[in-house]
């Protein structure tokens, strides 16, 4: 199988403050993850591709100094809203790409539903 | 712009019966196909991939990649009211690493 996890699956926090989500791979190592955001009735938004060991690159839009990546391991990325306001307020959901698979299947983990007051 | 279009739906089936959901893309590049299914407030989930022209069939879902006519469909067979979901078609594309590109999901009822 290819599970992916994400921590934690629902937030609120107040304006202003930061959250931190996790998004593993759990039975296999994933050198690259991936971002994305969803609104109510809208398709995936690819925020950010996420590369272990290296910085994250970005989609046009996306500003990086409020949403940083973190891909520490093979196994952990890790996306943090910085100073989140409500506009933020969002379904926020990883994927990882399994290797050695012949292709680019991505898993997608559970979601994380953020909610700013 | 790398385009990929599905009929939002709703597409209504009767239980049993077979349900087909379309997609076609503009790149002819594009390298990688991907069915995904995503109930309401969850994350998606991967179905079906197909990279070579012809049909791919698992269990009762079959993805069949026409290249030259730049479409991709998924077929399931044996509708069940728990195959209602939204279908997301994706696709990856030359020159654009491994990103997906999704459409924006065909909405599917199952009807009893």
């Known amino acids: 199988g290819a599970v992916v996890s994400q921590h934690p699956s629902r937030v609120i926090c107040k304006s202003g403050t930061s959250v931190k989500i996790e998004c593993r791979s759990l039975?296999?190592?994933?050198?690259?993850m991936f971002w994305y955001r969803q609104f109510p009735k809208k398709s995936l938004m690819l925020m950010a591709t996420?590369?272990?060991?290296?910085?994250?690159?970005?989609e046009q839009g996306v500003e990086k100094d409020k949403f940083l990546i973190n891909h520490a391991s093979l196994t952990l990325s890790t996306l943090t809203v910085t100073s989140a306001h409500p506009e933020d307020s969002s379904f926020y959901i990883c994927?990882?790409?399994?290797?050695?698979?012949?292709?680019?299947?991505?898993?997608f983990g559970p979601g994380t539903r953020l909610t700013v007051t | 712009q790398k385009e990929v279009e599905q009929n939002s739906g709703p597409l209504s089936v009767p239980e049993g019966a077979i349900a087909s959901l379309n997609c076609t893309y503009s790149?002819?590049?594009?390298?990688?196909f991907f069915w995904y299914r995503q109930y309401s407030g969850k994350s998606p989930e991967l179905i079906m991939f197909?990279?070579?022209?012809g049909d791919k069939e698992d269990g009762r879902f079959t993805a069949q990649l026409n290249k030259a006519s730049q479409y991709v469909s998924l077929l399931i067979r044996d509708s069940q009211p728990s195959d209602s979901a939204t279908y997301l078609c994706?696709?990856?594309f030359g020159g654009g690493g491994n990103k997906l590109t999704f459409g924006t999901g065909t909405q599917l009822k199952v009807e009893l």
């Open positions: 996420s590369n272990e060991g290296s910085k994250a690159t970005y």
């Open positions: 994927s990882a790409q399994k290797p050695g698979t012949g292709g680019d299947e991505q898993y």
């Open positions: 039975d296999f190592q994933a050198t690259t």
């Open positions: 994706a696709l990856t």
């Open positions: 197909i990279y070579s022209n």
């Open positions: 790149d002819r590049g594009s390298q990688s």
